[in-house]
């Protein structure tokens, strides 16, 4: 229809169908798979908990009669294991020295080695993939001392990840399943946590195994070596981690200078790229 004179007819009201902007709402799936992830890595937390709690560590001579049965494909085993027990609260440190029981020094330390790594590798991508996009969130845009300490210390293990690794490996604090998933959540490289892990637990976990392997001579010269090894090991892990805390003055309370990055667009930081690795 043409109003008065000619004039054209003015455009129909946009209906509630068609009018821009997203309908009341339509943001809620965004919510969700935010909070989706964190829960179900939280689930797995509790679930390995549960496991450590209801079964526990299996006793030795069951091992022992399990992997003998298994003939050439014993160590394997016994790798496949420890991996799976690696990611429960599960002391680690017995089950290195239960693998150098069962199979001494030679073949019980490459497979107790194998099943550390599998284990930490599996830990770390978990919590990578469903618990670091959460930890980026809420480091953006927060102020404070304590939220000051954590991006410093984000941005500490993303430039100096191999050497933070290695000094957490050679003095660990928190059981090795929470600190596998603990380094998923930061912004440690992919590659400089398994180099630090491969390297940084090679000593400990080779003293463990010694300590089983020659553990029916408590007074035999490889077992007293093994025993001062691991604290040599731990006191070495504690003087990195106060020289560290001593170099960041970010970290030890004091005031963070951040280093000029010079980014271009479509380039992300390294704390804004979860999946970096």
Do not use: C, H
């Given at each position: ?42 689930a797995i937390l509790v679930a390995t908990a549960v496991v450590a709690v209801s079964v526990g560590v299996p006793p030795v001579d069951e091992v022992r009669a399990w992997i003998a049965g298994a003939g050439w494909a014993g160590p394997l085993l016994w ?199």
């Amino acid at each position: 229809m043409s109003g008065p004179a000619g004039d054209p007819a003015p455009p129909p009201a946009p209906s509630s169908a068609s009018s821009s902007g997203p309908p009341p709402g339509e943001d809620r799936p965004g919510r969700a798979t935010r909070w989706w992830r964190p829960a179900l890595l939280l689930a797995i937390l509790v679930a390995t908990a549960v496991v450590a709690v209801s079964v526990g560590v299996p006793p030795v001579d069951e091992v022992r009669a399990w992997i003998a049965g298994a003939g050439w494909a014993g160590p394997l085993l016994w790798a496949v294991l420890y991996a799976g027990l690696s990611l429960t609260p599960v002391p680690v440190s017995l089950l290195a020295v239960a693998g150098g029981v069962l199979f001494g020094l030679g073949p019980g330390l490459p497979a107790t080695l194998a099943g550390k790594l599998v284990g930490a590798a599996v830990g770390f991508a978990l919590a990578r993939r469903l618990g670091r996009g959460s930890v980026v969130r809420s480091l953006d845009g927060r102020t404070g001392r304590g939220a000051a300490r954590l991006a410093a210390l984000d941005d500490l293990v993303r430039r100096r990840g191999v050497i933070a690794v290695i000094g957490v490996r050679l003095a660990p604090v928190l059981p090795f399943s929470l600190m596998n998933m603990a380094w998923g959540l930061t912004a440690v490289r992919q590659r400089d946590y398994m180099v630090g892990t491969i390297v940084g637990a090679f000593p400990g976990t080779a003293a463990l195994v010694a300590v089983g392997a020659y553990g029916a001579d408590p007074g035999s010269l490889p077992f007293l070596l093994s025993l001062g090894g691991l604290g040599v090991l731990g006191l070495i892990g504690v003087v990195l981690a106060r020289r560290r805390l001593r170099t960041e003055p970010s970290l030890a309370g004091g005031t963070a200078t951040p280093a000029p990055t010079a980014t271009s667009p479509g380039t992300s930081t390294g704390r804004g790229s979860p999946d970096d690795g």
